[in-house]
């Protein structure tokens, strides 16, 4: 098993920025590719971005490229997702995720271990 909880969600203005943590145990953390995925109220969950194993692969969804950064540290088992340039479309409970393979990440169904999620909200 592989517990994973979120921080670093909060309120922020349009064209703000917030850094969220995601700190793993319970396995071997770099044996984990790492992801986030957000849901909006009324929405399905949506994948947001992904990074592998060794932190050199990363993946975005196109709505949050150039915006988001994904990396991660293996030695401190953490996972991070910094967000710049927020906007109110981007308000939702952001979730950290870890998978066994990096095979369609885009699905909620490849991802093995979920966090609790942390709200993220942008007003505008």
């Known amino acids: 098993q592989v517990q994973l909880v979120e921080s670093g969600g909060g309120l922020v203005q349009a064209g703000g920025s917030l850094r969220l943590s995601c700190v793993a145990s319970g396995r071997t953390f770099s044996n984990y590719v790492m992801g986030w995925f957000r849901q909006a109220p009324g929405k399905e969950r949506e994948f947001v971005s992904a990074?592998?194993?060794?932190?050199?692969?990363?993946y975005y969804v196109d709505s949050v490229k150039g915006r988001f950064t994904i990396s991660r540290d293996n030695a401190k088992n953490t996972v991070y997702l910094q967000m710049n340039s927020l906007k109110s479309e981007d308000t939702a409970v952001y979730y950290c995720?870890?998978?066994?393979?990096?095979?369609?990440?885009?699905?909620?169904?490849?991802?093995?271990?979920w966090g609790q999620g942390t709200q993220v909200t942008v007003s505008s």
């Open positions: 995720a870890a998978a066994s393979t990096y095979y369609g990440l885009g699905s909620r169904g490849s991802w093995s271990y």
């Open positions: 990074i592998r194993q060794s932190g050199i692969f990363t």
